[in-house]
């Protein structure tokens, strides 16, 4: 699919859905002149709006951040912040899971809202409501991150990521590799039988980045070296790591083998 036409889609697609990807990633590209003053300054006003809206519409953090309450109102400077922030307690999954309910601030039912749902790969899978808002947010910054690689929205990729079981939902997930304009490497099925093909419909698309789980990258490039299908031929401008950290030794076998 060409570029300019996947971008309009997919920009189109997250208008319509109530994400406005487009706007805040002009946003935020408008930022990225800002001196450290600024961002510093601009980062402590929205975590201050956050930490507010928290205390006044969420039951859990009314409950349980009340010794802070008075804190966060008069806190008006990043070194404040920063000592505010080191004084709250520390919230695990496990916390989340147990008061599940308690989280979802009162005006939660007013807004639209997606379901983000974890693997599970650390323990107990979270699922929760993410408002489409911050979904945009998440997104237009993988966008920024991506333009600062050449990398442009509506570019071929490559998605090294997993695939559901259900065929239903392979079907739906088949669509949105087609609108996103990708190439889906499953992570679960990689091996030295699969690679050289999913290795042709990487060249045949031309794609210029990969985004998917660590493990899974390496797993593929090491194979496809082994193959004598190097990755590096296929010209990638960055690869982005997603839901799991680089291990050292994943990061130097990729950055040597791409």
């Known amino acids: 699919m060409n570029r300019k036409i996947a971008s309009t889609l997919y920009f189109s697609l997250q208008d319509l859905r109530g994400e406005p990807v487009r706007k805040i990633l002009d946003e ?12 510093t300054e601009l980062q402590a006003i929205r975590t201050k709006t956050i930490l507010v809206h928290a205390v006044e519409n969420v039951p859990y953090y009314r409950e349980n951040y009340k010794s802070f309450r008075s804190q966060i109102y008069e806190v ?9 922030m080191k004084d709250l307690p520390v919230l695990s999954k496990q916390k989340v899971l147990e008061h599940f309910n308690e989280f979802r601030a009162d005006s939660f ?39 600062m690689y050449g990398v442009e929205p509506g570019d071929p990729y490559g998605y090294l990521f997993g695939l559901h079981w259900k065929k239903k939902s392979r079907r739906k997930v088949r669509f949105k590799d087609l609108l996103f304009n ?5 992570a679960f099925s990689i091996s030295r039988d699969t690679v050289p093909e999913s290795f042709e419909k990487l060249r ?13 990258m390496y797993d593929f490039i090491v194979l496809s070296d082994e193959l004598g299908l190097p990755v590096r031929d296929l ?17 130097e076998a990729i950055e040597a083998l791409t």
């Open 28 to 39: 935020l590209m408008r930022t990225q002149s800002y001196s450290l003053h600024h961002l």
């Open 76 to 84: 008006n400077h990043p070194e404040e912040l920063e000592t505010l």
């Open 109 to 147: 039912l007013e807004r639209k809202s997606t379901n983000n749902i974890t693997s599970g790969s650390s323990g107990n899978p979270l699922m929760f409501p993410c408002d489409n808002q911050s979904w945009a947010h998440r997104h237009a910054n993988v966008y920024r991150v991506l333009k």
């Open 182 to 186: 990708r190439v889906r490497v499953s």
């Open 204 to 216: 045949k698309k031309k794609v210029n980045h990969f985004i998917g789980y660590p493990s899974a």
């Open 235 to 251: 010209g990638l401008k960055c690869i982005m790591g997603s839901a799991e950290p680089f291990l050292p030794f994943q990061r």
